[in-house]
């Protein structure tokens, strides 16, 4: 066969996986762009990793094809295509065009028809195939000389590929969706048959000719619901053959070109650079050669934004330094000390920052050139490294020195790994993830290896690329050095890149810069010393909880089976979709996207209101996730020096700027069952310490009384009101002292549930009354804060405007679905619209909350740390003789952390362990 393989391209695929995976950025005149974006970036790549061939691009023709003849209802579900997507196919093809590279559009037919054909005669003609594609039907076009390889994953599938996925090979995929259908192309398939059954029958019987040809020997196999199975593929035959017809890639279209017609051309670099400009993809003009304005695919991540100043010129090479001599090293040193900021990054034994040793450190002063400096690495052939006590004798002042900046991609680890060899890094200027973070929350992922290709167009040399994947993954202190050198040197170059491009962008809106500059950056050491602290727990009390949940589970099975009648797997969803719904005739409320009646949370919610059974299974779901989550584990995450669990803090994953914890995650313990408290009583605090709990109360609601300005809610606040019997006597027309228990829940549930935009459904179904019930609750409640029901509607009309909302200190979410002409969407988006607003504040709020706090406890002879920041609430351990006057200090700082219309109110608990501080 062919050494260079021809490559086709499913652009179709890659064209609405581009527009839904990528943020909706737009030029500077409101032009779409990001599909545009994501697809050229992949034909580029495919380009870069296919040299010498040929790169075709196929893409479905507009109307009707031989499916719709066959089956009028094929398709018949899918939206049309969105407005800001349709007008960025034309520009996709002209750019492709451009490129000079071969574009395909076939009426009557669909591009994987197209894809399907060349391929056949590629093949026949001894020239192997590479099909580029995100589409699963695909993989019935593979062969030993057709292989698929999707850009957006970074996997490819050759034959062993498709068995290892699917559980059976290529010649079996049409058989596959033919028997289970496809609900995004409306493929019928046969009722009834999902991917268990469907692998069941293909994997003993073969495809559907030897099914139905021996449907009796179907009862035999063994699997759930087999002895009815063959009536119902006997019912089902006409579907099932349908099916076979409409997921069949068809390899025979009529087509006027042949796989050797298929001719790359030069690029037209006039016309591409016409293009680029017009489209501002800043990094690509630069390519060519002329300078543009604007910035990379557009001026902000959604409708409008600030043009953002030049980025870095592209580095076209690389020069990378393995250093391995003290004069190299000093000389490097040397360059440090000069450079007004350098990227800085470490290599390490581990991801437990607690446990991690450095093996190596990496640094750049300029684009393109880096280098790292191996110290650690403990393979026999190793050649001379340098000695660790000298390098950290020469580099420790300068890594100390708050002076001298420095820039790395989430120095917060690199500064807790550095505290085990007893350095406090300083001198944190900038921190590419947070820079991204701040810019767009929700854009997309922080990582490097993602911001380096959307921003930089550079595909970074991945981990599982040196150092293996699984079981068998080395450490990087086991790395040879000729694959650590340019890997380590390479993370450093890069993030000296990332920042030279995202900072000017910070800096073209002011609020956002401070926002990085005044809460972000600043926490990165703060959190760093949190999570060092750690915090205590009693493995002891764990351990006598484990016992007691294992008992009330056995308890509550033994109740389940006696109501289901019979014994079942109550972790299986199959087996109690079949007792709830099959035997026990419950209602479907909700069924899963393969059709099959959902056994969800919500789901058993609802059905627990009217049946024992769902209600019993919620209990053991909950009890079972505390004990595999938190009284098995945390004993086990104890660290083995210092007897603590020592959480990772995450600035840069919630859209509202909220933090998240893991391992162990301590957002999610819950509160309001008495087994979520216990767990909260093995927190405790050591000998001669309380623990002291401080909260803010009621926090988003006062963020909600200053953002609408209400003048009755505000009121509620000043005089100290409880805020929840206030509305109920607004909404009940009662006094407050007639306000009853049930009224008052139900004025908190309003409370809380406008402000995440719950509707008249939704809370009827939270308080269990009529719909119209509800509406009038909700109606009366606007009446009585008219200035709540003003913040939601200017709020809607501005987001829509803008493309995002923003917090009190100028954080932003955008909303790429906020102009939507689905529904659906457009209404979840207002729905952020008004509340991340009062989510982010909050955030905002407890950061700047933890930043004063800490510089307290740092400048002052007080005995106290912080352990753990849990939603709304920070956590301390005091000295015995020192509770009263921190947790007066406490208070004081997180209540003025931010000034609002309406004061912010802490309440502080003490106690040997954190459940009785709360």
């Not at 994501?38 to 479905?60: C, E, N, Q, T």
């Not at 640094?363 to 052939?381: Q, R, T």
């Not at 973070?437 to 167009?457: I, K, P, W």
């Not at 008219?786 to 200190?809: I, W």
Request: glycine share 8%; aromatic share 6%; with cysteine.
């Amino acid at each position: 066969m062919s050494k260079a393989p021809l490559v086709l391209v499913d652009g179709s695929s890659y064209l609405y996986r581009a527009f839904h995976a990528l943020p909706p950025l737009t030029n500077s005149k409101g032009q779409p762009t990001g599909a545009v974006k994501g697809v050229i970036s992949m034909l580029r790549r495919m380009d870069k990793d296919y040299p010498g061939s040929v790169v075709a691009v196929i893409f479905d023709a507009k109307g009707k094809t031989f499916r719709d003849d066959i089956y009028s209802e094929y398709k018949a579900h899918r939206p049309p295509m969105p407005d800001d997507l349709r007008c960025q196919i034309e520009p996709i093809h002209n750019i492709i065009k451009a490129m000079g590279l071969p574009l395909l559009i076939i009426d009557g037919v669909e591009a994987d028809d197209v894809i399907g054909t060349l391929a056949r005669q590629a093949t026949e003609q001894g020239v192997d195939v590479v099909v580029s594609t995100g589409d699963k039907d695909m993989a019935q076009l593979v062969t030993e000389h057709v292989t698929l390889v999707n850009t957006m994953t970074n996997t490819t599938m050759d034959r062993e590929g498709v068995k290892e996925k699917f559980g059976i090979p290529a010649e079996l995929i049409i058989d596959y969706l033919a028997l289970m259908g496809d609900k995004v192309d409306n493929i019928p398939g046969v009722p009834g048959v999902g991917e268990k059954t469907a692998l069941a029958l293909l994997q003993n019987m073969g495809g559907l000719d030897a099914i139905y040809g021996d449907l009796e020997a179907v009862r035999e196999l063994g699997f759930r619901g087999a002895k009815k199975m063959p009536e119902k593929l006997l019912e089902n035959k006409e579907s099932a053959y349908l099916s076979y017809e409409l997921a069949t890639i068809k390899v025979d279209v009529p087509l006027d070109c042949g796989p050797k017609d298929l001719l790359m051309d030069e690029a037209d670099q006039t016309a591409l650079l016409a293009l680029y400009e017009d489209m501002e993809f800043k990094t690509w003009v630069k390519e060519i050669g002329q300078p543009v304005a604007g910035d990379d695919a557009g001026v902000s991540p959604a409708n409008g934004g600030e043009a953002a100043p030049a980025a870095p010129a592209t580095v076209t090479e690389t020069e990378y330094e393995t250093v391995l001599s003290e004069a190299d090293f000093l000389r490097w040193l040397e360059a440090l000390r000069q450079a007004e900021v350098f990227a800085f990054d470490t290599e390490t034994t581990s991801l437990n920052y607690m446990e991690a040793r450095v093996v190596g450190v990496s640094f750049a002063v300029e684009p393109g050139k880096a280098a790292y400096v191996p110290f650690g690495h403990d393979y026999l052939d190793a050649p001379e490294q340098l000695s660790e006590t000298w390098v950290w004798q020469h580099l420790k002042p300068l890594l100390e020195d708050p002076d001298q900046k420095k820039v790395g991609q989430n120095l917060k680890y690199d500064m807790s790994v550095l505290a085990n060899h007893g350095i406090n890094l300083r001198g944190i200027a900038f921190d590419t993830m947070l820079e991204s973070y701040v810019l767009d929350s929700a854009g997309s992922r922080h990582d490097m290896d993602t911001l380096a290709e959307r921003h930089l167009d550079v595909q970074t040399i991945h981990f599982e690329d040196i150092a293996g994947k699984g079981a068998k993954q080395l450490t990087f202190n086991q790395i040879a050095l000729e694959q650590a050198g340019p890997y380590a040197a390479e993370d450093a170059d890069i993030t000296l890149r990332l920042h030279q491009t995202l900072w000017p962008q910070l800096l073209a809106t002011e609020t956002l810069a401070r926002v990085f500059n005044e809460i972000e950056r600043p926490l990165v050491s703060v959190l760093s010393r949190i999570e060092r602290n750690g915090a205590m727990i009693d493995s002891q009390l764990l351990g006598q909880q484990s016992v007691e949940i294992a008992e009330r589970l056995d308890a509550l099975e033994k109740q389940a089976f006696d109501l289901a009648g019979e014994e079942f797997n109550l972790g299986s969803t199959q087996q109690l979709g079949r007792i709830l719904f099959e035997k026990l005739e419950l209602p479907v409320i909700k069924k899963t996207p393969k059709g099959a009646p959902s056994t969800a949370e919500e789901v058993l919610q609802e059905l627990a209101l009217d049946y024992p059974l769902p209600k019993l299974l919620i209990e053991y779901r909950g009890l079972a996730k505390l004990k595999s989550t938190y009284t098995d584990k945390l004993p086990k995450m104890a660290n083995p020096l210092t007897g603590r669990v020592h959480t990772s803090y995450h600035q840069a994953v919630t859209a509202t700027g909220r933090l998240s914890s893991s391992d162990p995650n301590l957002q999610n313990i819950p509160i309001r069952t008495e087994e979520g408290r216990r767990i909260r009583k093995a927190f405790i605090a050591p000998k001669g310490y309380k623990i002291v709990a401080a909260d803010y109360s009621q926090i988003e609601l006062r963020i909600m009384a200053h953002l609408s300005g209400d003048a009755g809610l505000q009121s509620a606040f000043a005089q100290g009101l409880d805020v929840h019997r206030a509305t109920a006597a607004e909404v009940f027309g009662v006094g407050v002292e007639q306000v009853t228990s049930e009224q008052r829940r139900s004025a908190k549930a309003i409370n809380f549930g406008l402000i995440y935009g719950m509707s008249a459904f939704g809370l009827a179904k939270q308080l269990h009354v009529g719909r119209h019930e509800a509406q009038q609750y909700i109606d009366r409640y606007f009446e009585r804060y008219p200035g709540v029901q003003r913040y939601m509607d200017e709020t809607r009309v501005e987001a829509a405007e803008k493309g995002y909302v923003e917090t009190l200190k100028g954080r932003r979410l955008y909303l790429p679905e906020i102009n939507s002409r689905n529904g659906m969407r457009r209404q979840a988006a207002e729905r952020t619209a008004i509340n991340a607003p009062m989510q982010g504040t909050a955030a905002d709020i407890i950061k700047l909350a933890m930043l004063d706090v800490d510089s307290w406890l740092a400048s002052s002879e007080v005995d106290a740390r912080m352990i753990m920041q849990v939603h709304d609430e920070l956590v301390l351990e005091v000295a015995e003789d020192q509770v009263e006057s921190v947790s007066e200090g406490l208070k004081a700082r997180m209540e003025s952390a931010m000034s609002l219309d309406v004061p912010l109110l802490v309440e502080a608990g003490v106690g040997d362990n954190w459940d009785e501080a709360h």
